[in-house]
């Protein structure tokens, strides 16, 4: 199972979920990506991804330093 | 034997036309993903995110939210790049301002059409009426995106499908052309009553279209951009200043990006690198970003406006720091400009078709 990280920081949506997207594309089922953003909407929006496409959200929150971290567990339905 | 079950791929823009036709073909069996497409130029998100009072309202992405509410999948591709050609060059013009949506539609249903083909689905289907705007939407442009596209007789378009020829999905009876619809016009009616019967609400619904090119303002900013700089041209950048602050420029050859509230301040302090930048600081203000060359007089006159949208408007003399993007910083001591002094014409969303002309742009 890997763990990755994805560096959205900086990126105004919806290119955090794209590029969400496009990395879970590569992963495996059971494997888990931490994204890191900034757009406080990616807090909204990568959870509606994940529940539309089938991933797990292990958790989603914003720090403090208005970090946005949603963390996926990839579901079956991987790829595309 | 049960037939096997047919695939579609629909475009989803976020609005209502694209949900309820997704929707009509989902009722007859057939297995249904949405696709969305980013040029950049979409109408939501990026203002939600920069302004700090849009910040208090719940934001959502629409596409998403009709995908969950259809319970589909929704894949959103990246078309930034590939879209310029698509607005610098359409090869049917622009629409009211610089919206080219007879080739935005035909490349988004060619590049549908792609992703049809390298997943194993059937046919595409789209949210277009007849009639409904006025230059995509027509009975006479209904087949050049078919055409032009590639993708011929696999495009359905469920709302207005029993006022066009059949379709080979219908043809092959993959879906019943009883059941689908014969919606014409600019009427929204006919949507509406299916968006109760389907129970449907909170539905968005732009009201010029779907992306900021067809709006008059944010097309005259970008018509004075290309006219600026000499060349039709623009980077995803670009794209996301013209949605912030207001836009003066006082000469040709310079414009002021003035931050309105402290998000849209806060967006403009990530571009220092890359412009000279000004801030009041013997008083509170916006952050102005400066686009274009200054000499010395050019430098005090934007210091004037800058002091001018500051705190220290009535004050006799603001103190100004302009900072170079490689970071070096001199103060000015100037006189804010007095509100007459600011030229209407300054304003360059305030432009509109003029700019428009001028950028040779105009619609073909
Ligand atoms: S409004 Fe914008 S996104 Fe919609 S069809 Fe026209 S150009 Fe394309």
């Known amino acids: ?80 | 034997m049960a037939k096997t079950q047919r695939k579609a791929v629909a475009l989803i823009s976020g609005g209502l036309d694209s949900m309820l036709a997704a929707r009509v073909v989902m009722d007859q069996g057939v297995h249904v993903e949405g696709i969305n497409f980013f040029t950049g130029f979409c109408v939501e998100g990026h203002t939600h995110a920069i302004r700090r009072r849009d910040r208090a309202r719940p934001k959502r992405n629409n596409a998403l939210w009709v995908a969950e509410q259809l319970g589909i999948r929704l894949h959103i591709i990246d078309i930034v790049e590939e879209y310029k050609a698509v607005l610098l060059e359409p090869r049917h013009g622009y629409g009211q301002n610089l919206n080219p949506c007879l080739d935005c539609k035909t490349f988004m249903v060619r590049k549908a059409h792609e992703w049809m083909r390298e997943h194993g689905f059937d046919f595409i289907i789209t949210g277009e009426v007849i009639g409904q705007r006025p230059m995509s939407q027509r009975r006479d442009t209904f087949p050049v995106v078919a055409r032009e596209s590639g993708v011929g007789d696999l495009l359905l378009r469920p709302l207005s499908a029993r006022l066009l020829p059949p379709t080979r999905p219908e043809r092959e009876g993959w879906v019943d052309r009883e059941r689908l619809y014969g919606f014409h016009g600019r009427s929204r009616k006919p949507q509406m009553a299916l968006a109760a019967r389907y129970g449907f609400r909170d539905y968005a619904q732009p009201a010029g279209g779907c992306c900021f090119l067809t709006d008059e303002q944010y097309a005259a900013k970008l018509a004075d951009l290309w006219a600026a700089r000499g060349r039709r041209d623009y980077d995803l950048d670009d794209i996301l200043l013209l949605k912030v602050g207001r836009h003066l420029r006082p000469r040709p050859h310079f414009k002021l990006i003035v931050g309105r509230e402290e998000g849209e301040n806060r967006f403009l302090e990530g571009y220092r690198k890359r412009f000279l930048s000004l801030r009041p600081v013997s008083h509170a203000g916006p952050l102005v970003l400066v686009d274009g060359e200054l000499d010395e007089a050019d430098l005090e006159l934007a210091a004037r406006i800058t002091a001018r949208f500051s705190k220290g408007r009535g004050a006799g003399r603001v103190r100004v720091a302009a900072t170079t993007p490689e970071g070096g910083t001199r103060e000015l001591e100037v006189a804010p400009l007095a509100a007459h002094e600011i030229r209407p014409e300054w304003y360059v969303e305030r432009r509109g078709a003029q700019a428009l002309r001028a950028a040779g742009a105009a619609r073909a």
């Open chain 1, 1 to 80: 199972m890997a763990r990755e990280v994805l560096d959205a920081r900086n990126l105004l949506c919806p290119l955090p979920v794209i590029r969400t997207q496009d990395r879970v594309a590569r992963l495996a089922p059971g494997d888990v990506l931490e994204v890191h953003a900034t757009d406080p909407g990616a807090l909204n929006d990568i959870p509606a991804w994940c529940r539309v496409s089938g991933h797990r959200v292990l958790e989603a929150c914003e720090r403090p330093d208005g970090l946005v971290v949603v963390v996926i567990e990839v579901g079956d339905g991987a790829g595309g």
